[in-house]
């Protein structure tokens, strides 16, 4: 089983419409949780942290975390095609190393 | 905005050579980390340092790798002798505190061994 594992894509959404992303993790005491965007040949850029069950919102972002189900997912709302990349859910114990997903690529078509 | 710098953005190399990537992390940050990212694979996590140490390291980080902070503000990393298996995106990251907190990725060093 994968440590962190991320819906399979290409992930295809219309302009305008809700992109959701989603990601399990395998190790029970991750504490932290976080989604980057990630542009070709480009380095990740952190747009989302969640620390707590619950949802967090940030603008056309919102983040949830069910550390019970192992779960954490990124909905964009209002998607524009400037949201297309490669979204990574990476999942952190205390200040240790990041644990990546694959990547969930999404494509969001005017 | 502070931001993690690295340099050089690009660094061709021949196998065997030696290579040191720079990177310059966020000032009031204590983690720092290196990670690579093989063409079309995932990011990989390399290292961790703090407190003048390393933290943490990975499989990936064998004898042919070590980092070091010279100062107070570099981190480098440095590969002895270069395989073209090396060849990879490396990132170096920093955060501020050991808690729940977010960690920052420089622009990386595109390393390419020929």
């Known amino acids: 089983q994968k440590e962190v594992e991320q819906n399979s894509g290409p992930l295809s959404v219309p302009e305008g419409a809700i992109a959701s992303l989603n990601c399990t993790y395998s190790d029970r005491v991750s504490q932290s949780f976080f989604w980057y965007r990630q542009y070709s040949g480009k380095s990740p850029e952190l747009i989302m942290s969640?620390?707590?069950?619950g949802d967090k919102e940030d603008g056309r972002f919102t983040a949830q975390l069910n550390k019970a189900s192992q779960y954490v997912s990124l909905l964009i709302r209002d998607s524009q095609p400037s949201d297309s990349a490669t979204y990574l859910c990476a999942v952190t114990l205390n200040a240790g190393k990041s644990t990546f997903g694959d990547g969930t690529t999404l494509t969001v078509k005017p | 905005e502070p931001e993690v710098t690295q340099t050089p953005s690009h660094q061709v190399t021949q196998m065997g050579q030696e290579v040191i990537l720079r990177c310059v992390p966020i000032s009031n940050h204590l983690y720092f980390y290196w990670y690579r990212q093989i063409l079309g694979q995932k990011v990989e996590f390399l290292v961790s340092f703090y407190n003048n140490e390393i933290s943490e390291k990975s499989e990936i980080f064998d004898d042919q790798f070590s980092v070091e902070r010279p100062d107070g503000s570099n981190f480098t990393l440095k590969i002895r002798s270069t395989k073209l298996e090396d060849s990879a995106m490396y990132f170096c990251?920093?955060?501020?505190?050991?808690?729940?907190?977010?960690?920052?990725f420089g622009p990386g060093t595109r390393l390419t061994v020929t």
């Open positions: 969640i620390y707590s069950n």
């Open positions: 990251a920093s955060r501020p505190s050991a808690g729940p907190s977010e960690q920052y």
